[in-house]
């Protein structure tokens, strides 16, 4: 019986970092994600000085990831998510895009906002499109351990150019490795200069293919419904490059996009089928929650029997409202999930009071292929001037073993925006002559993303040697 390193982690109430520090000294340099043997898992337990305890039924279900039979995949519609700075156009872009459905006229349907929606397009192939755009639910549910995104759609208008939250958004998708299709929208405008978004971009390394590099793009106008198709293309271009697929053919699991207590349907939760099917009748455990399967609504406000992979659907039928990336699971039987449930609250709120389970990975991603591991950083200041002399600063003391990983830089106070990019991958943020606001402070707090402010250089640079030296560990 395999187990990932994560989980491990979880089961013993230890930090993933210093089980990953201790593979490596055990000569397996792997990621946290990455899945162990039995054998592996007990000397790490041991070497922890716990007692290797056999885990209960409930516990099983809840870490159960067992990949699926590679001939039982089918390919999957894939997943969208909408980016870019405000005002450039991505409700517009999203609303336009609802258009190109070739059976939403036909069923008539009415719209139902649900968080995500799925095109049938002419060819009969499906996109599934999130419909909170922007990169703050983005940013959420991947700190939240829910990387549903397989496709990101960075809107650029061309009358305006490269913004701070284009900026954001283009180091967000960066961060979670996500490939991106610049959509630069407005082209019907005066002022349009699509070519010279191109050659900003480059300024932020992202290449599009005019420029010699591969980064898809395309020209579109959201308000005249110019390039949709084109758009449409290119995604499913990029769909196949990933060959998504999964198991239609199995019990339900999924990720909940977005919940809320309705006032006459109870607790209402709009769900992303990761693998499986979801049938009405279902007995289901979501994050802490349970239930049965009442009702499967979808975005057009049809009432559905089934749900398979990539299908957005609303589920009536929970016993509370979830949160946003909590995994949904189907199970046996209703005593069964109460029990699972119940399990659940206990090693969620565990969870949320020790470490981000997603910052490590990235800290260590590195350590797999070049043996060199990461050291991520947000660096915001007072000035451009002084966020550049701190990343020159920063570049010069990585070193062939850590190296430092800006994942994102800026001038002004830290925002919301930063300290999610920072919890997404666990990374600290530099404060040099500036301060975080309120809403920041609270999430860095509950998130546990470090804040450290600095008002010298040689200080900042001295303690983040420190801090990556002290992130090899002794003998590295
Ligand atoms: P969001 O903040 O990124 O969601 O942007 P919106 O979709 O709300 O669009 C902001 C404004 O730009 C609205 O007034 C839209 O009508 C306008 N807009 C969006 N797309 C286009 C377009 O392709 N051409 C023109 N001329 N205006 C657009």
Redesign the pocket.
């Not at 870019?84 to 872009?93: E, I, N, P």
């Given at each position: 019986e395999a187990i990932t390193v994560q989980e491990l982690a979880n089961r013993m109430a230890e930090k993933g970092a210093d089980l990953v520090k201790a593979l490596f000294k055990m000569g397996m340099p792997v990621t946290i994600n990455a899945t162990i043997d039995q054998d592996t898992a007990e000397l790490l337990v041991t070497e922890f000085g716990h007692n290797i305890q056999r885990v209960s039924d409930a516990d099983i279900d809840l870490v159960e990831t067992e990949a699926d039979a590679d001939e039982t995949l089918q390919p999957r519609a894939p997943v969208v998510t909408i980016m870019?700075?405000?005002?450039?156009?991505?409700?517009?872009?999203l609303d336009a895009l609802r258009g190109t459905d070739v059976v939403r006229g036909e069923a008539g349907g009415i719209t139902q906002h649900i968080g995500a929606y799925q095109v049938t397009l002419k060819d009969k192939s499906k996109i599934t499109f999130l419909d909170t755009?922007g990169h703050e639910a983005f940013t959420e549910m991947r700190a939240r351990g829910a990387d549903v995104t397989d496709i990101v759609v960075l809107?650029v208008?061309a009358d305006d150019g490269l913004m701070p939250q284009t900026i954001e958004a283009i180091n967000h998708t960066k961060a979670a490795g996500v490939p991106m299709i610049v959509a630069i929208?407005?082209?019907?405008?005066h002022e349009a200069n699509p070519q010279r978004i191109r050659e900003r971009l480059l300024e932020h390394n992202v290449q599009v293919e005019e420029m010699g590099g591969e980064t898809q793009d395309v020209e579109?106008?959201?308000?005249?419904k110019i390039g949709l198709d084109t758009l449409v293309e290119k995604i499913q271009l990029q769909a196949e490059l990933l060959e998504l697929r999964a198991n239609p053919d199995r019990e339900a699991e999924g990720t909940v996009i977005e919940a809320k207590l309705d006032k006459g349907r109870g607790p209402v939760a709009t769900i992303l089928v990761n693998r499986g099917t979801l049938r009405v009748g279902d007995v289901f455990v979501v994050g802490a929650e349970s239930g049965k399967v009442r009702a499967l609504v979808n975005d057009k406000g049809m009432q559905l029997k089934e749900a398979g992979p990539s299908v957005p659907v609303e589920v009536l039928g929970l016993s509370g409202v979830p949160m946003a990336g909590d995994p949904l699971q189907v199970v046996e039987s209703e005593a069964r999930a109460r029990e699972v449930a119940a399990y659940r609250a206990g090693v969620i709120q565990q969870k949320r009071t020790t470490n981000t389970p997603a910052s490590l990975e990235s800290m260590f991603s590195a350590l797999k292929e070049k043996q060199a591991m990461e050291y991520p950083l947000v660096v915001k200041a007072d000035t451009q001037g002084t966020v550049e002399a701190i990343i020159g600063s920063l570049n010069k003391i990585s070193t062939d073993d850590i190296k430092v990983r800006i994942l994102h830089s800026g001038v002004g106070g830290i925002t919301e925006s930063d300290v999610n990019v920072a919890a997404a991958s666990g990374a600290p943020i530099i404060g040099f002559n500036v301060r975080p606001n309120a809403k920041a402070r609270e999430i860095a707090e509950r998130n546990k993303v470090a804040l450290k402010y600095y008002d010298v250089i040689y200080d900042l640079t001295d303690e983040i040697r420190a801090g990556m030296a002290g992130q090899l560990g002794p003998e590295a």
């Open positions: 870019g700075h405000v005002d450039h156009g991505k409700t517009s872009l755009p809107v208008a929208n407005k082209v019907d405008k579109v106008s959201a308000l005249k």
